[in-house]
Structure formats: structure tokens, C-alpha cells
T-cell receptor, first 111, second 114 residues
Framework: QKEVEQNSGPLSVPEGAIASLNCTYSDRGSQSFFWYRQYSGKSPELIMFIYSNGDKEDGRFTAQLNKASQYVSLLIRDSQPSDSATYLCAGRTGGSYIPTFGRGTSLIVHP | EAGVAQSPRYKIIEKRQSVAFWCNPISGHATLYWYQQILGQGPKLLIQFQNNGVVDDSQLPKDRFSAERLKGVDSTLKIQPAKLEDSAVYLC????????????FGSGTRLTVV
């Protein structure tokens, strides 16, 4: 069974700090991974995707993928209160176009 | 670019009643998805359409849920009869194609079954 695991949190960090969100997956066939941000009462929005081992940076966001250890992480630098949301990790295998979502990690950035 | 439109925004029904949700994807998006998101959980795929054909409905409870996408554009998702455990947000999403990186979600329909 394909599973994507996330700690539900909440993860609380002070404004300006680095927030580190982690995700593990069980299906070694997973090839690409997505991070979605979901504000309370809103729909998910894609913020990052990664399919190669290593780091991928986009502004204040860095996605990290380690296929050998089967984990994906999202780092948010200079965290802002507006980053407070639930972050959903999703993995997709090469044989399927459908990503499997984790339950999400709640992030709270306090001033 | 207009986003994915969904209606209604909220719906409250009694158990055993029926309900229908509507979705209009982004223009030109061939692939359409319906997801169910129960409070505190990640979205779970119910059904995927490619144009007006079903690609994957393996997680759709077919005894009570049905969906259609006539003419390959708009889609409706129906629940009949509803159960208490169907209370969730129903999200519609669309993408250009099956292999598209990520997709755009609609604002969702929050269903409460009492």
C-alpha cells in the first residue's frame, strides 16, 4: 500500500526562523513529489515539486529529496506569519499520474 | 486565467438524502479529478477523467457515489444516499494532461451530513 507519512504537528516557529517540514514515503517506485500549501478553509495550492535527489530552491522555499532514505522535506527560510498553513506532501509513482497525499503538517509562525 | 469553479460552496443534508456537486475546470484542461478531503486528512482521489472518459475510479464507493463528465468539460459528482461519514470537503481539480506537474484545485464544496 502506498503511503505518505507526515507529522500532523502543529509545528510552531518564530517569525524569521527556518521551518523544516518532513515527509516519508513507503513506495520505492515513487518518482516525483509535491508540496502543497493549504490555508484553513481553502483549497491546496502547489508550491514546489521535485523529482531528482538533492535540493531544489525557489525563493524562500527549498525542497529536498533523498530517495535512498525515502524522505522529502520542505524548508521555509525567513518564515512569515503568512506562511501559517497546512503543508501537504504528495508522492507520485512513474506508473501512475495520481499523487498520494499525506495528511499534512500544520505550521504556525508566531510574531 | 479563470480558475476551477465549483458549486455549491457549502451543503448541509440529512443522511440518506442525495446531493450533487458541480465543477467547471480551467478551459483547455483535459484531465479532471474529484477528491474527498476529510477534516485532518489529505485529499483522497475519488475519480479521474481524461476528457469524458474515466481513467481511475478505483476508490469511488460506487454503491453510492457516481460522477460524469459529459462533453469532456463540466463534471458532476453525486452521492445517493449520503451517510454521516461522507461529511468532507469535495475538491475538484484539473490539469492539461495526466502527466502535468501538479494541478489546480477549485475552492471545494463543504458537505455536512447530519
Amino acid at each position: 500500500q502506498k503511503e505518505v507519512e507526515q507529522n500532523s504537528g502543529p509545528l510552531s516557529v518564530p517569525e524569521g526562523a527556518i521551518a523544516s517540514l518532513n515527509c516519508t514515503y513507503s513506495d520505492r517506485g515513487s518518482q516525483s513529489f509535491f508540496w502543497y500549501r493549504q490555508y484553513s478553509g481553502k483549497s491546496p495550492e502547489l508550491i514546489m515539486f521535485i523529482y531528482s535527489n538533492g535540493d531544489k530552491e525557489d525563493g524562500r522555499f527549498t525542497a529536498q529529496l533523498n530517495k535512498a532514505s525515502q524522505y522529502v522535506s520542505l524548508l521555509i527560510r525567513d518564515s512569515q506569519p503568512s506562511d501559517s498553513a497546512t503543508y501537504l506532501c504528495a508522492g507520485r509513482t512513474g506508473g501512475s499520474y495520481i499523487p498520494t497525499f499525506g495528511r499534512g503538517t500544520s505550521l504556525i509562525v508566531h510574531p | 486565467e479563470a480558475g476551477v469553479a465549483q458549486s455549491p460552496r457549502y451543503k448541509i443534508i440529512e443522511k440518506r438524502q442525495s446531493v450533487a456537486f458541480w465543477c467547471n475546470p480551467i478551459s483547455g484542461h483535459a484531465t479532471l479529478y474529484w477528491y474527498q478531503q476529510i477534516l485532518g486528512q489529505g485529499p483522497k482521489l475519488l475519480i479521474q477523467f481524461q476528457n469524458n472518459g474515466v481513467v481511475d475510479d478505483s476508490q469511488l464507493p460506487k454503491d453510492r457515489f457516481s460522477a460524469e463528465r459529459l462533453k469532456g468539460v463540466d463534471s458532476t459528482l453525486k452521492i445517493q444516499p449520503a451517510k454521516l461519514e461522507d461529511s468532507a470537503v469535495y475538491l475538484c481539480a484539473s490539469s492539461l494532461g495526466q502527466g502535468d506537474v501538479g494541478y489546480t484545485f477549485g475552492s471545494g464544496t463543504r458537505l455536512t451530513v447530519v
